[in-house]
């Protein structure tokens, strides 16, 4: 059930937009972290999904096009960009990007409240009665580790 709330949370992060990128990538690096979330919401908007492990959703690779269209829907002129990546470099976009799930977490839920992880999680919360029925023992333990 603890593996659900963890899996839950991870999740939504991705949904949110709450990844780190690897500043010494030749695509990500130029970017700051604001842009580069940017980017990554507007291919997840065009279809195009982190999937939390380095990859994409159910191997849907975006072409340069449409890394194009996602840097102007960020705000950002894709004329800016003097190398893009190849085919192969595509697939590998997101191989060292990593989910920013304690940044979301203290964000949306600070105080880990039964209220706001509910809240946060939204439908995901619906599966994990058997967190949320135990949530006066396991809150404190996740306290005290952060």
Do not use: K
């Not at 940017?38 to 291919?43: V, Y």
């Not at 705000?75 to 060292?96: A, N, V």
């Not at 940044?103 to 439908?123: C, N």
């Amino acid at each position: 059930a603890f593996a659900d709330l963890v899996d839950a949370i991870l999740a939504d992060s991705i949904t949110a937009g709450s990844l780190d990128f690897p500043s010494e990538h030749p695509f990500w690096g130029p970017f700051t972290l604001e842009q580069d979330r940017e980017i990554a919401g507007a291919l997840a908007s065009l279809g195009y999904r982190f999937d939390g492990l380095g990859g994409w959703v159910d191997g849907r690779v975006p072409a340069q096009r449409d890394l194009s269209l996602a840097l102007g829907y960020a705000g950002l002129d894709p004329m800016r960009i003097r190398q893009w990546p190849s085919e192969t470099e595509m697939t590998e976009l997101f191989r060292d990007v990593q989910v920013a799930a304690a940044e979301h977490l203290a964000a949306e839920a600070g105080d880990l409240t039964l209220g706001e992880l509910v809240s946060m999680l939204g439908r995901r919360a619906d599966g994990l009665a058997e967190v949320w029925n135990h949530w006066g023992r396991v809150r404190p333990l996740l306290l005290e580790e952060s």
